[in-house]
């Protein structure tokens, strides 16, 4: 058989069933976890596929929706983290309170984040903290929105004080609140700053999704592709580009990459989680109006 078209007007393969067992296949092949992921490594947009990566944008910009996101989550690395050989935290906390149960006794750092000498400033390089924050979302890209991709936020592209309309995920989001309109009813553009040593985001609002593209957007959220993106897990990213080359890589870096640019977060609040209410967010004439307003305030 030239083909493996044996089910085909079968329809068994359209059934629940049928994929449940389609999945069975990803485990025997070693496809568990996450299966999309977008990283920024190098201050590029990257794919990445079951840890392998199957492209690199040009472009320093992306056009995204924002399905949902995880709280703020905390990571220690003991030494300096080495992109090229990633491996596991010594510690870890899912919300930035105290460590995960999951942390082995032996490698807690202390009993409460707060009380951790390694969220001193100066605990890391320079003068930054050596436990680190970050955050993960669960996105879709503009035109692709059957794909859910797991992207992870650094400290620097989640907190600090809008300048101009140059905004970090929280500063961004408390202007879309501002203005009545909820993330995941906008297309969101993340443009890489091009003046950061460490890959650094800035969020905007392009335009108000479409009917369809919110339904599309609002059903995702109960998918289990956006339960895998947000779940928190310590196991490093197998990504196949952190281990060769791939064709027309970009020349190696002759030096370590500099240490991320400590963020001060004395006066910013965490992004709280949106709980997710039994209605499906519905975008009034008054919130159109304020979205409006909202895109009018970006000089393009």
């Known amino acids: 058989m030239a083909e493996l078209d044996i089910f085909k007007g079968n329809s068994l393969v359209n059934s629940d ?16 976890g996450i299966g999309k992921r977008l990283s920024i490594r190098g201050s590029r947009f990257r794919m990445i596929v079951d840890g392998e990566q199957v492209s690199v944008s ?7 929706v924002i399905v949902d996101a995880a709280p703020i989550a905390r990571t220690y690395y003991e ?16 919300d930035t ?24 400033r100066g605990s890391g390089q320079g003068e930054t903290r050596a436990c680190r924050f970050s955050q993960r979302l669960a996105v879709t890209l503009e035109g692709e929105s059957d794909d859910v991709y797991q992207l992870q936020l650094p400290a620097t592209s989640i907190f600090g004080a809008a ?41 905007k ?12 957007a609002i059903a995702q959220r109960e998918s289990d592709d956006v339960k895998k993106a947000l779940e928190f897990t310590v196991a490093p990213p197998k990504d196949s580009d952190a281990k060769k080359p791939a064709a027309k890589a970009e020349p190696k870096a002759e030096k370590k990459a500099e ?18 209410s039994a209605k499906a967010p519905v975008v009034e004439e008054k919130s159109a109006d304020a979205l409006a307003d909202v895109l009018s305030d970006w000089d393009d």
Not at 205 to 216: G, H, M, N, Q, S
């Open 17 to 32: 069933l049928f994929k449940s067992l389609m999945d069975d296949n990803k485990k025997m092949a070693g496809g568990g």
């Open 58 to 64: 040009k472009s320093n910009t992306m056009n995204m």
């Open 79 to 94: 030494g300096s983290f080495d992109p090229e050989n990633p491996s596991a935290p010594k510690c870890w906390s899912a």
């Open 97 to 120: 309170q105290a460590p995960s149960e999951d942390v082995p006794e032996d490698q807690k750092m202390a009993s409460r984040c707060a009380d951790c000498p390694m969220n001193v």
């Open 163 to 203: 300048v101009g309309n140059d905004m970090g995920l929280q500063a961004y989001i408390k202007y879309l609140s501002a203005h009545n309109t909820p993330a995941i009813a906008v297309m969101t553009e993340m443009r890489f700053d091009d003046d950061a040593t460490a890959p650094k985001l800035y969020f």
């Open 205 to 216: 609002p392009t335009r108000a999704l479409d009917e369809e593209e919110l339904k599309v």
């Open 259 to 276: 240490p991320e640019a400590e963020v001060d977060i004395s006066e910013v609040e965490e992004p709280k989680k949106v709980e997710k």
